[in-house]
């Protein structure tokens, strides 16, 4: 089960820090991932992190402003978002795929579990 928090209402610059909570099976058997669907949109890639966290991945539209992390002990994993931008507004999702797949990060393609989502606004 994955349990997503820290969405809000914030305004362009802002930032916030997201946060999904595992349970149920082995954390650091899992490499994790957020995605993101705005309204009318389809659902896509934001962040990656591998199972040790040693390698992460990121969307060009949020590289070096967000930053994907984890902690293998809390069984979390984080998306700390800066300088936020109207166009981030989204539900947020994050998901879990299992070590030995071999696909591209970046793809829904593999990620067998999915939280519920947490909605992020960013007012201009």
């Known amino acids: 089960q994955l349990v997503e928090s820290g969405g809000g209402l914030v305004q362009a610059g802002d930032s916030l820090r997201l946060s999904c909570a595992a349970s149920?099976?082995?954390?650091?058997?899992?490499?994790m991932a957020w995605f993101r669907q705005a309204p009318g949109k389809e659902r896509e890639f934001v962040a990656a992190i591998t199972r040790s966290g040693s390698s992460t991945y990121y969307a060009d539209s949020v590289k070096g402003r967000f930053t994907i992390s984890r902690d293998n002990v809390k069984n979390t994993v984080y998306l700390q978002m800066n300088s936020l931008k109207p166009e981030d507004t989204a539900v947020y999702y994050c998901?879990?795929?299992?070590?030995?797949?071999?696909?591209?990060?970046?793809?829904?393609?593999?990620?067998?579990?999915w939280g519920q989502g947490t909605q992020v606004t960013v007012s201009s």
């Open positions: 998901a879990a795929r299992y070590w030995s797949y071999s696909g591209t990060y970046s793809t829904r393609n593999g990620y067998a579990y």
């Open positions: 149920g099976r082995t954390f650091n058997d899992y490499a």
